[in-house]
């Protein structure tokens, strides 16, 4: 049977044909489902002015330092996407601004105006309020690459998946068992363009799906360290490749980085200690442990470099000037706080001021209350009305971040119990109750995500029976658990729908558990086949000497 396989390049060549079919597919699904042409309205201020931004770097001359021409973002806000009071007059109604979005061709067309109108450089720049910055960068790409059209931002998040899969596929093209793996992900990736379509999301180029996107880089520097694969120079270049997706991918939503924090535990977890230790401390044996050291661990030294390079350009690229007051990234106390006291009952009457729970009104009103206690009227974020004290958290979110971060230690320092049990055991169950609420069950897009894995793991076996050896099986017994969990971070700061990387975590150890385990029986079978019992064995072939050597 096995002098019929293909050999190792022809069965290469053909997991690539089939690797291929399956990125075809999960794009022939997002078409069908309309995401091409659709933007999202849920929230619409980040990708509008992202917008703004991508096309003010498309002028010449280009704006750079993630800001944009006040005229290019006048125009986006006066010809239907306005959304604060003085942003247009009179302001269009909540329904018309919905309309407009979902109108591709007329949104559309907005964009391309808005680009070719005249710039007033008397305008101040326009900075990205309270969100990534690096969602503007990906608009920009969409555009540079494929025009100013509304299926770019389609394309390259698609273009995105193809090159990840591709350098997937020529790190891994020697070990079919993790080209299953990345077979397994494209399958539950079909799952998941379902999931898109709730209204939390609505398209696949929505920033907070890019943590799906994300998984993809992330599962080829996991296996890298599971396997301990020896650094090369065709393998470091193929690591950073991914490592740049995935940086990329953070500074588009923060979310992401629990991914590459993930890795780096699981990478000293992992680590061949005891080879590590020569039990000697002299020099030489020192440095021959640490080279060991890199040798096992180098996949978490270049998460390092890029996480260290990603913020080395924030802090160069941002607009000094403009950003001065402004977060140079998503506004992160706010939520802590109030996810910490939205889940917290006993929290909830102490500092909820009557709000509703989880809103940007309670997070307003907690830091307004806070300044007016601490007499912080210098802040500029701060103005007087009536003669009370009022904030304008658009002045400059970076300063309303800190004032949360002071409310936050405040609050611990003076309810310590009660902000450890929000923690673990509040946040959790808001999360879980949530995750009940949430519709993620797409009855056929599940089936066919089942057959995919079924199709993808016989399509691998067939080609070239990949056993599934017991270390290995070990290793994904723990890790693979410990992935699901360190998705679920996010429920630590504030629970959140906005889960789509853990429930494709959970899918894909679904799928992976139907795969494997089948390889893992398919195996066993096989074996016992192949020594029966009417075969002697090793001992009994060997001849029994009773006299004893001279």
């Not at 042409?37 to 002028?59: C, F, G, H, K």
């Not at 009022?390 to 004032?403: E, F, H, L, R, S």
């Not at 016992?528 to 075969?535: D, E, L």
């Given at each position: 049977?096995?002098?019929?396989?293909?050999?190792?390049?022809?069965?290469?060549?053909?997991?690539?044909?089939?690797?291929?079919?399956?990125?075809?597919?999960?794009?022939?699904?997002?078409?069908?489902?309309?995401?091409?042409?659709?933007?999202?309205?849920?929230?619409?201020?980040?990708?509008?002015?992202?917008?703004?931004?991508?096309?003010?770097?498309?002028?010449?001359?280009?704006?750079?330092?993630?800001?944009?021409?006040?005229?290019?973002?006048?125009?986006?806000?006066?010809?239907?996407?306005?959304?604060?009071?003085?942003?247009?007059?009179?302001?269009?109604?909540?329904?018309?601004?919905?309309?407009?979005?979902?109108?591709?061709?007329?949104?559309?067309?907005?964009?391309?105006?808005?680009?070719?109108?005249?710039?007033?450089?008397?305008?101040?720049?326009?900075?990205?309020?309270?969100?990534?910055?690096?969602?503007?960068?990906?608009?920009?790409?969409?555009?540079?690459?494929?025009?100013?059209?509304?299926?770019?931002?389609?394309?390259?998040?698609?273009?995105?998946?193809?090159?990840?899969?591709?350098?997937?596929?020529?790190?891994?093209?020697?070990?079919?068992?993790?080209?299953?793996?990345?077979?397994?992900?494209?399958?539950?990736?079909?799952?998941?363009?379902?999931?898109?379509?709730?209204?939390?999301?609505?398209?696949?180029?929505?920033?907070?799906?890019?943590?799906?996107?994300?998984?993809?880089?992330?599962?080829?520097?996991?296996?890298?360290?599971?396997?301990?694969?020896?650094?090369?120079?065709?393998?470091?270049?193929?690591?950073?490749?991914?490592?740049?997706?995935?940086?990329?991918?953070?500074?588009?939503?923060?979310?992401?980085?629990?991914?590459?924090?993930?890795?780096?535990?699981?990478?000293?977890?992992?680590?061949?200690?005891?080879?590590?230790?020569?039990?000697?401390?002299?020099?030489?044996?020192?440095?021959?442990?640490?080279?060991?050291?890199?040798?096992?661990?180098?996949?978490?030294?270049?998460?390092?470099?890029?996480?260290?390079?990603?913020?080395?350009?924030?802090?160069?690229?941002?607009?000094?000037?403009?950003?001065?007051?402004?977060?140079?990234?998503?506004?992160?106390?706010?939520?802590?706080?109030?996810?910490?006291?939205?889940?917290?009952?006993?929290?909830?009457?102490?500092?909820?001021?009557?709000?509703?729970?989880?809103?940007?009104?309670?997070?307003?009103?907690?830091?307004?209350?806070?300044?007016?206690?601490?007499?912080?009227?210098?802040?500029?974020?701060?103005?007087?009305?009536?003669?009370?004290?009022?904030?304008?958290?658009?002045?400059?979110?970076?300063?309303?971040?800190?004032?949360?971060?002071?409310?936050?230690?405040?609050?611990?320092?003076?309810?310590?119990?009660?902000?450890?049990?929000?923690f673990i055991y509040d946040k959790p169950r808001d999360q879980i109750m949530w995750f009940s609420q949430m519709k993620i069950i797409f009855p056929v897009a599940f089936y066919w995500s089942v057959t995919l894995t079924i199709i993808s793991m016989l399509y691998v076996w067939i080609i070239s029976a990949p056993p599934l050896y017991r270390e290995e099986f070990k290793a994904a017994v723990w890790v693979m658990p410990l992935a699901a969990f360190l998705s679920s971070s996010t429920v630590f700061i504030t629970p959140t729908l906005l889960i789509a990387d853990t429930i494709m975590v959970l899918l894909m150890l679904l799928l992976a558990t139907l795969a494997f385990g089948?390889?893992?029986?398919?195996?066993?079978?096989?074996?016992?086949?192949?020594?029966?019992?009417?075969?002697?064995?090793?001992?009994?072939?060997?001849?029994?000497?009773?006299?004893?050597?001279?």
């Open positions: 049977m096995r002098s019929f396989r293909p050999s190792p390049r022809v069965a290469a060549l053909l997991l690539l044909v089939g690797v291929g079919v399956l990125i075809v597919v999960n794009m022939l699904h997002s078409y069908s489902l309309g995401q091409y042409r659709t933007m999202y309205d849920n929230p619409i201020y980040r990708w509008r002015v992202s917008v703004a931004v991508a096309l003010s770097q498309l002028r010449d001359p280009p704006l750079p330092g993630y800001v944009a021409y006040g005229s290019i973002n006048n125009y986006l806000n006066r010809h239907g996407l306005a959304l604060l009071r003085g942003e247009a007059a009179p302001l269009p109604y909540p329904d018309a601004v919905k309309r407009l979005i979902y109108d591709s061709g007329r949104l559309e067309a907005l964009f391309q105006k808005a680009f070719t109108v005249t710039i007033d450089h008397k305008l101040p720049p326009v900075p990205i309020v309270g969100n990534e910055k690096g969602e503007a960068a990906y608009y920009y790409l969409a555009f540079r690459l494929f025009g100013i059209h509304i299926t770019s931002f389609w394309w390259l998040y698609f273009t995105f998946l193809t090159v990840s899969s591709l350098i997937f596929f020529l790190t891994f093209w020697r070990a079919p068992k993790c080209i299953l793996f990345l077979m397994i992900y494209l399958s539950a990736h079909f799952y998941m363009l379902d999931l898109v379509t709730v209204k939390y999301f609505q398209t696949v180029h929505n920033s907070r799906f890019f943590t799906v996107l994300a998984l993809l880089p992330s599962l080829h520097l996991l296996l890298l360290v599971l396997r301990r694969e020896r650094p090369t120079w065709i393998g470091l270049t193929l690591a950073a490749g991914q490592i740049l997706l995935l940086f990329f991918l953070i500074f588009c939503r923060t979310q992401v980085a629990w991914q590459p924090a993930g890795i780096m535990l699981i990478a000293a977890l992992w680590l061949p200690y005891r080879s590590l230790w020569s039990g000697s401390w002299h020099a030489r044996s020192l440095a021959l442990g640490a080279r060991r050291a890199v040798a096992a661990g180098w996949p978490a030294i270049l998460i390092i470099a890029g996480g260290l390079g990603l913020l080395v350009y924030q802090k160069t690229a941002i607009d000094r000037e403009a950003y001065a007051t402004e977060t140079a990234d998503r506004s992160f106390w706010d939520a802590v706080v109030c996810g910490t006291v939205s889940a917290s009952p006993q929290l909830l009457r102490l500092y909820g001021l009557g709000t509703d729970i989880y809103t940007d009104t309670m997070g307003y009103l907690i830091a307004r209350e806070y300044i007016r206690t601490h007499n912080l009227n210098t802040l500029p974020i701060v103005y007087i009305a009536n003669g009370e004290i009022q904030i304008d958290v658009m002045k400059g979110m970076g300063t309303y971040d800190k004032v949360m971060r002071r409310v936050f230690f405040d609050m611990a320092a003076t309810h310590p119990w009660l902000v450890v049990k929000s089948f390889c893992w029986g398919a195996s066993l079978l096989q074996n016992r086949r192949k020594t029966p019992a009417s075969v002697p064995t090793l001992e009994s072939a060997i001849p029994l000497r009773l006299d004893r050597p001279s």
